[in-house]
């Protein structure tokens, strides 16, 4: 007779432990919870979107001066006055501008889609902020390449019964609103129409009631 195994004797001797080896230095490997790797690069893309879309507020800037209707003033020897009282020239110029801001909005917004290829909320606050930022440098750059906005030194210099230009100014401050708005729905919108889409499925999905869930083959 042969006396009985113990249970010791029926296992299989047990392989030593590995220790799991830890990232090699200079690999670029960062274990961190959360996706903070990620987000911390679409913060660093969308600040440098932000930053090059209010950039280009100074050429918005530049074509506001440039297009934007003057308005005719004429002074005597005491005062200053419109020379047309009925004159458009002061709403010419926020429409001008208005509808420049909503150029630019839909143009960088195209420009940072065909870069990008994807949307998200991120890209689209880089681009409403940018955008706002832009139409203000755009505003402060119309004004100082426009006439000087001391009218009394200007009426004196011309002398008195000589038409001149007036400052370029802005009365309806919501036309600022224009760029951001313009570039958040065309971002929207190109993101919807050409945008990355889900894997679709190949058949529909039956779920599985057994509770009985096979290990995957292979």
């Known amino acids: 007779m042969t006396a009985p195994q113990t249970p010791s004797e029926n296992q299989p001797p047990e392989e030593p432990h590995q220790p799991q080896a830890a990232p090699a230095e200079g690999s670029g490997a ?37 297009l934007a209707p003057r308005i005719p003033l004429i002074a005597d020897t005491h005062n200053v006055y419109l020379k047309n009282t009925e004159g458009e020239e002061a709403i010419g110029a926020d429409g001008t501008f208005a509808l420049l801001a909503f150029g630019f909005g839909v143009v960088t917004a195209a420009v940072v889609f065909l870069v990008r290829r994807r949307g998200g909320i991120p890209l689209v606050v880089s681009l409403a902020v940018g955008g706002l930022l832009g139409a203000v440098l755009g505003w402060v ?7 000087t906005p001391d009218v009394v030194a200007h009426a004196k210099q011309v002398g008195a019964g000589v038409v001149f230009d007036g400052p370029l100014r802005l009365q309806a401050k919501g036309a600022l609103l224009a760029w951001p708005i313009a570039a958040m729905l065309t971002q929207i919108v190109l993101t919807g129409l050409f945008g990355p889409r889900d894997p679709e499925l190949d058949g529909p999905v039956v779920p599985d009631w057994s509770g009985h869930h096979q290990p995957p083959v292979g």
């Open 30 to 66: 960062t274990v961190e919870p959360g996706g903070a790797p990620e987000f911390a690069r679409e913060l660093r893309e969308g600040v440098l979107i932000a930053l090059a879309v209010a950039v280009s507020g100074v050429v918005l800037g530049v074509l506001w001066a440039w």
């Open 141 to 147: 750059t119309g004004m100082w390449l426009g006439p």
